[in-house]
């Protein structure tokens, strides 16, 4: 009798250590790492989750956003990869660049290093150009960049994320060439587009829903017509197989301890079904679709092959797909 006493004091005082441990955590700021600039997507993904994950962890909660843009994100996404695993560091991820970015380049990461936590939004891509620009309509700007190749820069986010993809395959359908001009974010990519000083540029539908009577959108790449902008046909109704986009989501280095986990997840987990956060998304067109777990989360309705590759073992015969093939660049 004596000795399951003993034994049941012992197990109740580790239930109560252990929801000790979850109830003690976060004790400090945690440091959500974005790799691009402020403005883009990504950020805005990031500013607009904070305070509700926030609210979830519970009073006295904080999350801190720092921008490390550079390499197309590589660099902030590498940070989050060598963080401690205590949970006080998370990242944003960009899929398909997070991971095609382990094919064409060095990296320090692979696809374990990181803890899943939560895909937030699918935002697909736009083509659009300068307000004052000639290339109004698909068939002009195709047009002209098969006419002169090369002469039709492209501004974009980065080298090796949705929207360089989305280019590739537009070259493919159609035989054009064009000149790919990489920023650090949308937002610079954007402004350069605002400028003129770019023929072209390839975003998100997010990242341009506020400037749209600054901007000719030629179209947008999904299946159908976006829920932001109903007006804009998709592509495929102008004739052009084009379905692409950007996943974005959290990730935590891997090793989080299973409390701290849980934790994150379940709070990341009821950003789905909060009127509130989707009303602030919306407000920046920003289209959720949150799904949490362990694995790396691959869209039905995002159509990069190269992701299935990936994540189903396929990363050797990756290694032949070059993401620079026919695309001019200037830096």
């Given at each position: ?177 064009f000149t790919v001009v990489p920023f650090s974010g949308s937002a610079p990519a954007r402004t350069a587009l605002m400028g003129g ?135």
């Amino acid at each position: 009798m004596l000795k399951l006493m003993k034994n049941t004091a012992l197990a109740g005082a580790m239930i109560l250590s252990a929801g000790a441990a979850f109830a003690d955590y976060p004790e400090r700021p945690i440091t959500i790492i974005v790799g691009f600039d402020a403005g883009g997507g990504t950020d805005v993904m990031a500013r607009t989750a904070a305070p509700f994950i926030e609210r979830y962890l519970g009073e006295g909660a904080s999350l801190v956003v720092r921008n490390m843009p550079g390499a197309s994100g590589q660099i902030g996404i590498t940070e989050t990869a060598a963080s401690d695993p205590d949970g006080y560091t998370i990242g944003t991820f960009n899929l398909p660049g997070m991971m095609a970015r382990t094919i064409d380049r060095e990296s320090a990461y692979d696809r374990d290093s990181f803890t899943y936590l939560a895909n937030v939004v699918n935002d697909p891509n736009v083509i659009v150009t300068p307000l004052g620009s000639a290339l109004t309509t698909m068939e002009a700007l195709i047009a002209e960049a098969i006419e002169n190749p090369g002469a039709v820069t492209v501004a974009m986010s980065s080298l090796g994320g949705d929207d360089h993809f989305m280019l590739i395959k537009l070259q493919e359908l159609t035989g054009a060439e064009f000149t790919v001009v990489p920023f650090s974010g949308s937002a610079p990519a954007r402004t350069a587009l605002m400028g003129g000083h770019v023929s072209m540029g390839i975003l998100n539908v997010s990242e341009i829903a506020e400037f749209r009577e600054e901007l000719n959108v030629l179209g947008v790449a999904q299946a159908e017509r976006s829920d932001f902008a109903p007006d804009l046909p998709t592509f495929a109704e102008q004739g052009y197989d084009l379905i692409n986009g950007s996943l974005r989501g959290f990730v935590a280095p891997a090793g989080l301890p299973e409390d701290v986990e849980a934790q994150l997840v379940e709070a990341f987990g009821r950003l789905a079904d909060d009127a509130e956060f989707a009303e602030a998304m919306a407000a920046t067109a920003n289209p959720v679709e949150v799904v949490t777990g362990e694995e790396p989360p691959v869209s039905g309705k995002l159509s990069a092959a190269l992701l299935l590759l990936y994540f189903s073992g396929g990363r050797d015969r990756m290694m032949t797909w070059d993401i620079h093939r026919n695309v001019r660049l200037r830096c």
